[in-house]
């Protein structure tokens, strides 16, 4: 079945940096194109990007274009966020998905951007 793991959340002050990893099993990875959403506190899930099957196009909302950065490498079946300049709106639960909307998700990785 469809598993998606997601690591490398944490506390980062603001204008702080992280990066995402989300390994992927069970389905085609090279295949799909792959997705984070976030769900930040009392706030329902919100797309922030996407990527296509080898990487070539990708997209991102108003919210983080120009701090976020998607990737992916298919060899080892693996999903990357890299968040720079963070700022206390981007504290939120993380996640990778294999839709836009975030029905097929793993189990989500907390960023708390906090000084």
């Known amino acids: 079945q469809v598993q998606l793991v997601e690591s490398g959340g944490g506390l980062v002050q603001p204008g702080g940096s992280l990066k995402l990893s989300c390994a992927a099993s069970g389905f085609t990875f090279s295949s799909s194109w792959m997705f984070w959403v976030r769900q930040a506190p009392g706030k329902g899930l919100e797309w922030i990007s996407s990527i296509s099957f080898f990487g070539g196009t990708t997209y991102y909302a108003d919210s983080v274009k120009g701090r976020f950065g998607i990737s992916r490498d298919n060899a080892n079946n693996t999903l990357y966020l890299q968040m720079n300049n963070l700022k206390s709106d981007d504290t939120a639960v993380y996640y990778c998905?294999?839709?836009?909307?975030?029905?097929?998700r793993g189990q989500g990785t907390q960023v708390t951007v906090s000084s």
């Open positions: 998905a294999k839709d836009s909307r975030g029905a097929v």
